[in-house]
């Protein structure tokens, strides 16, 4: 047997032992047997993805690391298991992939593509309950714990749905699978997959425009009779916020062929804002893992608090395997962000530098809903490439709510939404996203940024 190259990795701490570090943001389940029989059962459930896919992905965001390639990452907030429907998926990768392919055409780059997806269905709150006309209930932290409807029922925390999120998150990758590998994403296909959208919407007319010049260098290649793989299939890979240790517990598994540890709850993983304590729970376990793993970063975090837990993630510093997801907010990033790059690289760390532009820009609006503007969020990306062109680092990729339906969530863009627009079609349970205009709008400034 291969000896395992960092044998200290291999004892994974018990469930109980990463309870015992107190743990925060975590379910209160009030039935222990059932809590101790979904994890059974989530225990003998296969991976949902492979080691050596993981492997791949770590490669690729080692690339990203050295400014060889870009990261784009989104997806809902919060996915839901009613949302686990073929539509919802597709519109989704499509405009994924079609965000992409600007990216990569107008500058140039390789665009890793990771979705919020398959596996997406646990919440951070700032608050354990809601109090809706003089009615205090435990809030809704994702399908995952409990559900959305204001009714004690639903909002009790229920570990049968652990289980549920496997089963959803497995439907949902094996259509995005399906769909990035059998002739949905074939770049012959990028017409199609707008062709609904392209009459009526600026942005859908200069992405058409796209297409057209695409269409003229894929005859060309035809011509002389290169087609490769490339043309006909994408690599697309799978994240979540790594939240809930029952589930992430349940599907971390010694790899037989490297006898490491791997999530196999997804690709990518990441520790959420509040979930980031040194000495934590959500720590400890994705220290011993061996998939890439994001850290978002919010304004309170220091220089030192950001090499401490590189130091803690990868001391080994294997290269991709810790992304740093930063997320300001616009009025925040060109003074708070510097510091961070600088020392940070002072300290020889190599790290993807990816923005979260959407998590530092939330508000309210008088009419009572939760939204971000899209020009906040175009700012924060430009402060984002202002920082680290300056420093000359890497603006390693973005990082993004959206859906590809026409949700009116998030307030501005092309179509100027405003907040009495936002009645019309406001379906988040969680954080506004983008729609699927702005989704683009923002591919296309994006990619100015990047070639600029
Ligand atoms: C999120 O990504 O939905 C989220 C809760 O982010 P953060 O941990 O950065 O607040
Ligand atoms: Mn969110």
């Not at 809704?140 to 204001?150: E, I, K, M, Q």
């Not at 919010?298 to 837990?309: E, K, N």
């Not at 009645?423 to 940024?449: G, K």
């Amino acid at each position: 047997m291969r000896v395992p190259a960092y044998p200290w990795r291999v004892s994974i701490p018990s469930l109980d032992d990463l309870h015992a570090m107190g743990a925060v943001q975590q379910p209160t389940y009030v039935d222990q047997s059932a809590r101790d029989a979904a994890v059974q059962t989530l225990r003998k459930m296969p991976p949902l993805v492979f080691a050596g896919e993981c492997d791949a992905l770590r490669g690729r965001l080692a690339d990203v690391a050295q400014g060889k390639a870009f990261l784009l990452q989104g997806g809902d907030c919060a996915e839901t298991f009613e949302g686990v429907t073929a539509e919802n998926v597709r519109n989704k990768l499509r405009v994924l992939l079609s965000m992409a392919v600007v990216l990569t055409y107008a500058a140039s780059v390789p665009v890793v593509k990771v979705g919020r997806l398959a596996g997406q269905y646990a919440k951070p709150r700032s608050s354990d309950t809601e109090t809706r006309d003089g009615v205090t209930l435990p809030a809704y932290r994702g399908d995952a714990v409990n559900g959305f409807d204001f009714t004690p029922e639903a909002r009790a925390h229920d570990p049968h749905r652990l289980v549920d999120v496997y089963n959803a998150s497995a439907a949902t990758l094996n259509l995005a699978r399906a769909f990035t590998t059998g002739g949905y994403a074939d770049l012959r296909q990028m017409h199609a997959w707008n062709t609904d959208f392209v009459k009526n919407s600026p942005v859908g007319e200069r992405y058409e425009r796209i297409g057209a010049d695409i269409d003229r260098a894929l005859a060309f290649m035809d011509a002389i009779g290169v087609d490769p793989d490339e043309f006909h299939t994408v690599d697309f890979f799978s994240s979540h916020e790594a939240l809930i240790l029952e589930y992430e517990h349940a599907l971390t598994r010694i790899d037989s062929r490297t006898q490491l540890p791997y999530d196999v709850s997804s690709h990518f993983v990441w520790i959420g804002e509040r979930t980031r304590q040194l000495d934590g729970a959500h720590v400890e376990l994705l220290s011993r893992i061996a998939n890439p793993i994001g850290v978002k970063l919010g304004p309170t975090s220091t220089a030192d608090d950001a090499i401490a837990l590189y130091e803690k993630l990868n001391p080994e510093r294997t290269p991709g395997k810790v992304t740093f997801i930063t997320r300001f907010g616009a009025g925040k990033i060109r003074e708070g962000l510097p510091n961070l790059v600088e020392k940070v690289t002072a300290a020889g760390i190599e790290v993807a530098w990816v923005c979260d532009p959407m998590h530092g820009n939330t508000f309210e609006t008088s009419n009572g809903y939760k939204t971000r503007e899209f020009d906040d969020v175009i700012d924060e990306v430009r402060g984002f490439f202002e920082v680290h062109r300056s420093l000359g680092t890497w603006p390693g990729g973005v990082h993004v709510e959206l859906t590809g339906d026409d949700v009116t969530e998030c307030v501005g863009g092309g179509a100027k939404l405003s907040a009495e627009d936002l009645t019309h079609r406001y379906e988040t349970l969680c954080d506004p996203r983008l729609n699927r205009a702005q989704s683009l709008e923002l591919a296309f400034l994006v990619a100015e940024m990047l070639s600029g």
